[in-house]
């Protein structure tokens, strides 16, 4: 993150634009619209500008700029044409420690302009570092889109009863349920729905009321995709912002982890092969132990948590301790990973059935039903088989496979760290060890492996 991100209160405050033309016009709006006291510098004004600055409680000066018109400034934007005037401003205000913004010039600015989405009071700000105002401005306008102008109604509703409900609801956890629980109801509802009188009398009854906001705890179990964040569905963000604390493992990758809500504890109960950050039964344990406190519990599990993740385990122990639970199913490392390669796990002319196998059994043994898997029409994918690969090809050859079957081994798909590396069952042990390839891993067996060469479309590196 090359810019911390902050929001400026600017009302009645001195900023000043060095500039007289149409950028400087809207530069100056935005300060105008922030409540600043305008004053405009240039040998040229427009008159639209002339008159901003005299509007805010400003001035504009048709003259050239100098080094104290910067005296007891809080913000200073310049966006004249002259690089050698946008220099000396932007030099005498770092000078000054006073916050400039050069207008498309990031290297002369210690702070940018975000694009804004104005849903006072409400503000979401988008910002590139400068870097790509291109994507930015495509970023806001799909914002625009998604994000009602009720909204700022409804952030106006917060404001108005911001202390009522902090006087009824002192603890900051039972404050935080109830808003969740007005927001994402009806009440919410009524105001995108233009009737705040409505909403009004429905919040002020539900303050009024004795009963507090239910703090019973519940656990959702999300898969996490594969990697790609962009793979997560909706309802795997919705329950991702509302947990009070977050139980993730190694496999779930950071950017998803980021994706939380921001004040949520956050646990990390990896495993990797024979070492468990936290056992399993721990793991299911404090499951039940942070619901009981009435907490909101996020389980996150890379892949889907009902294939080979485990979930099944943990939500017995939660229902034989009647803890209410959600489970969001995510994309599997199968589909998710062959995606990515390029490699479809079925084609009519290659495969007409997939079979997913884990590539170690729960006593460490690979003791697989190794003849249900050398079928010549199937797909056979290994989930955690990287340490086993040798064994692996080894017994599929001596079960029947030939040889020159195709396969692929997937190192951290659907990622910008993806890689593939395909040969047969013959080579593809040595192909690997001189690869470094590394976990996570997945293992495809079958001929559509030789479809990649063909349908590759996944670059991450390009």
Known sequence: ???????????????????????????????????????????QIM???????????????????????????????????????????????????????????????????????????????????????????QLRAKLESTIPAAYGRLAELV????????????????????????????????????????????????????????SGGEVYLVGAGPGDPDLLTFKALRLMQKADVVLYDR?????????????????????????????????????????????????LKGGDPFIFGRGGEEIEKLAAHNIPFQVVPGITAASGCAAYAGIPLTHRDYAQSVRFVTGHLKDGTMDLPWSELVHPNQTTVFYMGLVGLAE????????????????????????????VVTGTLATMPDLVANAGIKAPTLIIVGEVVQLREKLNWFEPNA
Not at 65 to 77: E, G, H, Q, S
Not at 401 to 418: C, E, K, L, N, Y
């Open 1 to 43: 993150m090359d810019y911390l991100p902050l929001f400026t209160h600017l009302v009645d405050r001195r900023c000043v634009v060095v500039g007289g033309g149409a950028i400087a016009l809207r530069k100056a709006g935005l300060l105008q619209r922030a409540g600043a006291k305008v004053f405009v510098i240039a040998p």
């Open 47 to 137: 008159p639209e500008l002339q008159t901003l600055a005299e509007q805010s409680g400003g001035s504009a000066l048709l003259r050239g700029y100098k080094a104290d018109d910067l005296d007891a400034t809080a913000l200073v934007i310049a966006a004249t044409d002259d690089n050698d005037v946008n220099t000396q401003v932007s030099r005498d205000a770092q000078a000054r420690h006073i916050p400039v913004n050069v207008v498309d010039d990031p290297a002369l600015c210690s702070v940018i302009l975000p694009s804004i989405i104005d849903r006072s009071p409400l503000i979401i700000a988008v910002g590139s570092g400068g870097q790509s105002p291109v994507l930015v401005r």
């Open 159 to 214: 404001v108005r009863f911001r202390g009522p409900v902090a006087q009824r609801f002192p603890d900051i956890d039972e404050r935080r349920r109830f808003w969740e629980e007005i927001l994402e109801g009806p009440i919410g509802e009524f105001v995108l729905a233009g009737r705040e009188d409505v909403a009004e009398a429905e919040l002020l009854q539900r303050i009024a009321e004795t009963t507090p906001v239910s």
């Open 251 to 299: 496999l779930v990758a950071t950017e998803i982890v980021d994706l939380t809500r921001r004040d949520a504890e956050k646990i990390y109960v990896g495993k990797a092969r024979s070492q468990h950050a936290v056992p399993q039964g721990d793991i299911n344990q404090l499951l039940v132990d942070l619901a009981q406190q009435g907490k909101k519990v996020l389980r």
């Open 392 to 419: 692996i090809c080894a017994q599929l050859i001596a079960f029947g496979r030939g040889a020159t079957t195709p396969i692929a081994i997937v190192q951290q798909g659907t990622t910008r760290h993806q890689r």
